[in-house]
């Protein structure tokens, strides 16, 4: 009796192994994982389980397709990481009117509004002063700036779409407005506080594309070296590329 059940257990044990052996080898068969240049990866579960790629390796000989729209951590001076999905072609490209507040700062090199173009590239207060003009626009007091996305248009998505970029260590009260046209504009509040994601969702319509964003600097820190908030880049989360 004591015989059949040490057969009976060697057998149940070698037909478990066996089970999850071959388990193992199919569960590989059916996945593919691409790594991707920027570092992410995404498994892929393969319809045909006899296929034999069970890996694509992007990461390295920097594939050129999407010309820059790859999605991209950014870090703000807050040190918030933003993950923007259309990469660099999502922030503000174009400067339509800057009306600089009063007082203005004092120095004059935060004064181009085409510093808030383009993607964030504040680094420090020291590596500005060893530049021509600073990485930020200054408001000045009051101050307005009318920014316009050209390559791709605000969208509603999940959560929050747009994100202001601004340089030090509080977000100074700032009125955020959206557009489609530039001339009808969407009031979405201040921004303040370290706030400076911004969800849309209960501003718009399903379906709605904004190529303009105003920030209107709301007198609050009117003191200082630098008054007005200091805006290094505005980047679209929820974006839709344009041709
Ligand atoms: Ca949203
Ligand atoms: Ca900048």
Redesign the pocket.
């Known amino acids: 009796m004591r015989k059949k059940s040490i057969i009976f257990m060697s057998v149940a044990t070698m037909f478990v192994f066996a089970l999850l052996t071959w388990a193992f080898a199919a569960d590989l068969k059916k996945k593919m994982t691409i790594h991707y240049s920027d570092g992410k990866r995404q498994v892929v579960i393969l319809d045909e389980p006899s296929c034999e790629i069970s890996n694509i390796d992007f990461s390295t000989g920097g594939s050129e397709s999407g010309a820059g729209s790859e999605g991209k951590d950014y870090s703000d001076t807050k040190g918030t990481k933003v993950f923007i999905p259309c990469g660099k072609l999502a922030f503000v490209d174009q400067v339509v009117s800057f009306n600089l507040g009063s007082p203005v700062p004092k120095e004059r090199r935060a004064l181009s509004p085409n510093s808030a173009l383009g993607e964030p590239d504040f680094v420090s207060d020291d590596a500005d002063l060893k530049l021509p003009v600073f990485t930020y626009t200054t408001l000045g007091c009051g101050g307005s700036i009318t920014l316009e996305f050209t390559k791709v248009r605000l969208v509603?998505?999940?959560?929050?779409?747009l994100h202001v970029f601004e340089v030090g260590p509080s977000v100074e009260p700032t009125q955020l407005e959206i557009s489609k046209d530039g001339t009808n504009w969407i009031n979405l509040g201040r921004i303040s506080g370290g706030k400076a994601s911004v969800?849309?969702?209960n501003f718009v319509s399903p379906g709605d594309q904004f190529r303009y964003v105003r920030l209107t600097d709301l007198r609050s820190a009117c003191g200082g070296e630098y008054p007005g908030a200091d805006i290094d880049a505005i980047g679209a989360i929820?974006c839709v590329i344009v041709e």
């Open positions: 509603d998505v999940n959560g929050p779409d969800d849309i969702h929820g």
